[in-house]
């Protein structure tokens, strides 16, 4: 036998809700409260009509039965950052300064930005997480130039015309092969 529904007492502000729902997301709320509670479907049944999953169909009738109604944007109820060790101000003010230093023409060094921020979280973390943080503030791994910055041309030039030629390409060792004709 499966348990029976709570929430009875949601179901008339449920209602209000069905009557005057702006967003697909606030009508299948509702719906989740409503067709379990007033026609006696299970979750099963219930996430057949709205088109989710059980499990989703449940997070919502939850969600609405503890007073969590979906606002007219219909937020999400999943979703975010769940797992982030900074906010993004808080990684912002950690890489302003080696954000500054590659501006002005120095070279972005990833292994002190991740010294600064392990000493600042307090444990290791990986190193595509601090790729992936450079990425978040508008900061990518540039190429390297076509030429280096301390070169000289004109030493170049010097040099290719002042070397001795290459030396003409040895001849084919190994015993020679006649081929009669």
Same mark, same amino acid.
């Given at each position: 036998?499966?348990?029976?529904?709570?929430?009875?007492?949601?179901?008339?502000?449920?209602?209000?809700?069905?009557?005057?729902?702006?967003?697909?997301?606030?009508?299948?709320?509702?719906? &989740?409260? @409503?067709?379990?509670? /007033?026609?006696?479907?299970?979750?099963?049944?219930?996430? %057949?009509?709205?088109? #989710?999953? *059980?499990?989703?169909?449940?997070?919502?009738?939850?969600?609405?039965?503890?007073?969590?109604?979906?606002?007219?944007?219909? &937020?999400? @109820?999943?979703?975010? /950052?769940?797992?982030?060790?900074?906010?993004?101000?808080? %990684?912002?003010?950690? #890489?302003? *300064?080696?954000?500054?230093?590659?501006?002005?023409?120095?070279?972005?060094?990833?292994?002190?930005?991740?010294?600064?921020?392990?000493?600042?979280?307090?444990?290791?973390?990986?190193?595509?997480?601090?790729?992936?943080?450079?990425?978040?503030?508008?900061?990518?791994?540039?190429?390297?130039?076509?030429?280096?910055?301390?070169?000289?041309?004109?030493?170049?030039?010097?040099?290719?015309?002042?070397?001795?030629?290459?030396?003409?390409?040895?001849?084919?060792?190994?015993?020679?092969?006649?081929?009669?004709?």
């Amino acid at each position: 036998m499966s348990r029976t529904f709570h929430g009875h007492e949601s179901v008339d502000a449920a209602l209000s809700v069905l009557a005057t729902a702006s967003t697909v997301e606030q009508l299948r709320q509702a719906q &989740a409260v @409503v067709l379990p509670l /007033r026609y006696g479907l299970n979750l099963e049944q219930t996430a %057949e009509v709205i088109g #989710l999953s *059980p499990g989703w169909v449940s997070r919502l009738r939850n969600s609405f039965i503890a007073g969590n109604v979906l606002d007219a944007r219909g &937020a999400a @109820v999943r979703g975010g /950052r769940r797992r982030q060790s900074f906010t993004i101000e808080q %990684e912002a003010a950690l #890489l302003l *300064p080696f954000l500054e230093q590659a501006r002005e023409g120095g070279v972005l060094v990833v292994n002190p930005i991740k010294l600064a921020l392990e000493k600042a979280l307090g444990r290791t973390m990986a190193l595509s997480t601090v790729y992936n943080i450079l990425h978040r503030h508008g900061w990518r791994k540039l190429a390297p130039d076509k030429r280096h910055p301390q070169s000289d041309p004109a030493a170049q030039d010097a040099f290719k015309k002042n070397s001795p030629r290459r030396s003409k390409p040895s001849k084919p060792s190994g015993p020679k092969v006649r081929r009669s004709g």
